[in-house]
């Protein structure tokens, strides 16, 4: 989304870190440093803090970057082994800065579809609330 798109659903775009990121490992990498900036703020002790990925579909490791367009079959394993190390490391630095964080993913009803009639939109339910 671009800072326009924000704009018009109203969202405070001088209170936001936005990022484009190419990789996970530079995802989650940037992510680290800023909680560790938060946390290390006494201008942001005790505020809530929302994190938001968008999205894990599109995600990919380094490996897969640098490796060409060839298929490697290692490929998606190591994207599962580094996506599950980078939620483990970040596990106390968002609980350090009062933080949550959402990844969205894409969800398919029909596996192989790439466009059209694919997400069943009655299934498809995102709930999230806070309470302060």
């Known amino acids: 989304a671009s800072e326009t798109f924000m704009k018009a659903f109203g969202i405070n775009t001088k209170k936001i870190i936005y990022s484009t990121l190419d990789t996970v490992e530079d995802i989650f990498e940037t992510m680290e440093k800023n909680l560790q900036t938060i946390t290390g703020s006494g201008a942001f002790k005790n505020k ?19 490796g060409g367009f060839e298929y490697n079959m290692g490929t998606q394993g190591e994207f599962a082994k580094v996506l599950g190390l980078a939620l483990k490391r970040m596990t106390t630095h968002l609980i350090q800065a009062n933080a949550v964080l959402v990844i969205v993913n ?27």
């Open 48 to 66: 809530p803090v929302f994190i938001l990925v968008d999205s894990l579909a599109a995600m990919k490791s380094k490996k897969l970057v640098e």
């Open 106 to 132: 894409q969800q398919r009803d029909k596996l192989g579809v790439t466009h059209g009639d694919c997400v069943d939109p009655f299934t498809t339910k995102i709930k999230i609330r806070y309470k302060a």
